[in-house]
């Protein structure tokens, strides 16, 4: 039996398309290895680009998030704060922009795994030769599983964490809370909701009709 016309057509998309976000990471490993892996688990259906875009510097990240924000929806910028002298500057060229957007570590992403150990708030400061980034990786090394720890790290640093995922989120959380209770940063992190942002565009928005 013949069909109909109308039998042809396609059907009316039943969900939102997915918009385009760009992630930049400060560095080529730690950070962009967990972030990548995390969208997969996620399954977030965005076309996700984690760039390193050749700076180490807020500044020069910033303004290479800001060069190409008009191809995206939303841009975040992963950064430590670290000793970092531009950043306030980096801030700053932020502005009011609504697409662009920095997921800042006070004082590194490293505090981000501490959060799936522990709850801290004590201030990481320079010691020695150290950074305060330093004494974060050395904190991290303490903890179980992670006493090889580096910038390099060679396992699956999100998967080897995944189970602890609910503690970190709660435990950034009221750093979050604390800092701006007190005015201090130093330690806090903002990447619990990134992975919010990434856990939410996994989850197709149905079209209402």
């Not at 760009?22 to 730690?30: G, N």
């Not at 060069?67 to 929806?73: A, K, P, S, T, V």
């Not at 950043?87 to 992403?109: H, M, R, T």
């Not at 990434?198 to 009709?209: F, H, Q």
Request: one cysteine or more; charged letters at 25%.
């Amino acid at each position: 039996m013949a069909r109909s016309a109308s039998s042809f057509k396609r059907s009316s998309p039943k969900f939102r398309p997915q918009p385009r976000i760009l992630v930049i990471c400060e560095d080529t490993k730690s950070s962009k290895d967990y972030l990548q892996c995390a969208a997969v688990y996620f399954r977030a259906h965005a076309v996700i680009e984690f760039s390193h875009c050749g700076h180490t510097d807020p500044k020069g990240i910033v303004q290479n998030a800001l060069r190409r924000q008009n191809e995206y929806e939303k841009v975040y910028c992963v950064l430590d704060r670290d000793t970092h002298a531009g950043w306030n500057e980096a801030l700053g060229l932020i502005g009011n922009k609504d697409k662009v957007q920095i997921i800042p570590s006070y004082p590194c992403f490293e505090y981000w795994l501490l959060c799936h150990f522990e709850y801290s708030r004590a201030l990481f400061l320079p010691a020695g030769k150290k950074s305060p980034a330093d004494c974060v990786v050395e904190r991290v090394r303490q903890k179980e599983g992670l006493e090889n720890y580096s910038k390099g790290y060679k396992g699956n640093l999100f998967l080897d964490l995944v189970g602890r995922l609910s503690d970190a989120h709660e435990n950034a959380t009221m750093a979050l809370n604390d800092a701006a209770d007190t005015q201090e940063l130093n330690p806090s992190t903002f990447l619990h909701k990134l992975l919010d942002e990434l856990n939410r565009l996994g989850k197709p928005e149905p079209i209402e009709r």
